[in-house]
């Protein structure tokens, strides 16, 4: 139905980064005049605790005729679910774009603002005796207060790079210390997390407006409008801002009295007959009579004089797909005349 594809392996790379966090944990022994007898990294694995605890049940040797069984300690965590955070929700419609510009050097990537989610994890240390078990649970307690923050590249496509809290929520301790002599003692410390993340959607691309012209002028003397003496008596200022896509080419050696413009290098495929230039000292701006088949020079509406590398702009090629805003600010007062004006007065 969306018709888009698209991933950006979000659940992937949380489960990795969260993984991470606890990869790095020693369990040690050690006498008390300090001499460590023994050091051992805590292994962690995804997977859910219960098939650790039934391979600490099931006969070793029935199985694969090994006489070892699982090694204690250890460490498995697993994601248990996630659901909408709309607290972190903000406008959807907000763009984030793409620091640098595309291969061709006018499209930039953008995206719409994300969905955040809570992820949930259960983290599960798993001990054979209580000493091991503290070790492991006091190298993880101190960084979480209640929340350990990690710096996440969220699209690879993308230059988004947020920062995601992981807290943590609860710790709960079950000792299965009843039993049998036959039975294997497990001491087990569940911890609960969550971390909150961000599912982004497609990446689109859009073209980059690199000039913008800003245009200011007071709308007098129109029919069915305010005359200029009405808008001097009454008090009234329009002011109108048009902002439109601007070009910029620069030409290639100088010209004198001529209306032939010459460029170096093609000049952009947007720009068209009828647009007005900028940037020749004239006034009013003259206009593009005509383009040459390369693309390497124009004829514009007036002669021109220009230095060497001038650079000129063209606007006016807006098409349905570019950006542009039209802005208009209107100002009225009273100043106390006879006569007052609205903007819908039509005398």
């Known amino acids: 139905m969306f018709g888009t594809h698209f991933y950006h392996e979000t659940i992937k790379r949380s489960v990795s980064i969260f993984g991470t966090l606890f990869n790095n944990i020693y369990c040690k022994k050690i006498k008390e005049d300090g001499?460590?007898?023994?050091?051992?990294?805590?292994?962690?694995?995804?997977?859910?605790?219960?098939?650790?605890?039934?391979?600490?049940?099931?006969?070793?040797?029935?199985?694969?005729?090994?006489?070892?069984?699982?090694?204690?300690?250890?460490?498995?965590?697993?994601?248990?679910?996630?659901?909408?955070?709309?607290?972190?929700?903000?406008?959807k419609l907000i763009r984030h774009s793409k620091s640098s510009l595309e291969t061709d050097g006018v499209k930039r990537g953008y995206q719409y603002n994300p969905a955040p989610y809570n992820l949930n994890f259960t983290l599960s240390v798993l001990a054979k005796n209580m000493s091991d078990a503290l070790q492991i649970v006091e190298q993880i307690l101190p960084y979480f207060q209640p929340e350990y923050?990690?710096?996440?590249?969220?699209?690879?496509?993308?230059?988004?790079?947020?920062?995601?809290?992981?807290?943590?929520?609860?710790?709960?301790?079950?000792?299965?210390?009843?039993?049998?002599?036959?039975?294997?003692?497990?001491?087990?410390?569940?911890?609960?997390?969550?971390?909150?993340?961000?599912?982004?959607?497609?990446?689109?691309?859009?073209?980059?407006?690199k000039n913008v012209v800003e245009r200011e002028y007071i709308n007098t003397d129109i029919s069915g409008q305010f005359t200029t003496s009405q808008i001097n008596e009454s008090g009234l200022v329009k002011e109108v801002k048009h902002y439109e896509p601007a070009f910029a080419e620069t030409s290639s050696t100088a010209v004198t009295n001529t209306?032939?413009?010459?460029?170096?290098?093609?000049?952009?495929?947007?720009?068209?007959?009828?647009?007005?230039?900028?940037?020749?000292?004239?006034?009013?701006?003259?206009?593009?009579?005509?383009?040459?088949?390369?693309?390497?020079?124009?004829?514009?509406?007036?002669?021109?004089?220009?230095?060497?590398?001038?650079?000129?702009?063209?606007?006016?090629?807006?098409?349905?797909?570019?950006?542009?805003?039209?802005?208009?600010?209107?100002?009225?007062?009273?100043?106390?005349?006879k006569e007052s004006f609205s903007e819908t007065d039509d005398s």
């Open 149 to 209: 923050t990690v710096t996440m590249k969220m699209i690879d496509d993308m230059s988004d790079v947020r920062d995601v809290p992981i807290t943590l929520n609860s710790v709960g301790l079950e000792d299965t210390y009843e039993g049998s002599f036959e039975e294997r003692r497990v001491i087990e410390y569940t911890l609960e997390f969550t971390m909150k993340i961000y599912f982004f959607g497609p990446v689109y691309t859009g073209t980059v407006i």
């Open 35 to 91: 001499t460590v007898l023994s050091q051992q990294l805590v292994p962690i694995s995804y997977g859910p605790k219960q098939k650790f605890l039934a391979r600490l049940t099931e006969d070793a040797k029935e199985r694969d005729l090994n006489v070892t069984s699982i090694n204690l300690p250890r460490m498995a965590f697993e994601l248990t679910g996630f659901e909408y955070d709309a607290t972190r929700q903000q406008n």
């Open 259 to 337: 209306a032939t413009v010459p460029f170096a290098t093609a000049i952009n495929s947007k720009i068209s007959v009828g647009d007005e230039v900028f940037g020749t000292n004239l006034t009013p701006n003259p206009t593009v009579s005509s383009i040459a088949s390369n693309r390497l020079s124009i004829d514009l509406s007036s002669a021109v004089t220009l230095g060497e590398n001038t650079k000129l702009k063209f606007v006016g090629s807006v098409e349905p797909s570019d950006t542009f805003v039209v802005a208009e600010t209107v100002t009225f007062y009273d100043d106390g005349s």
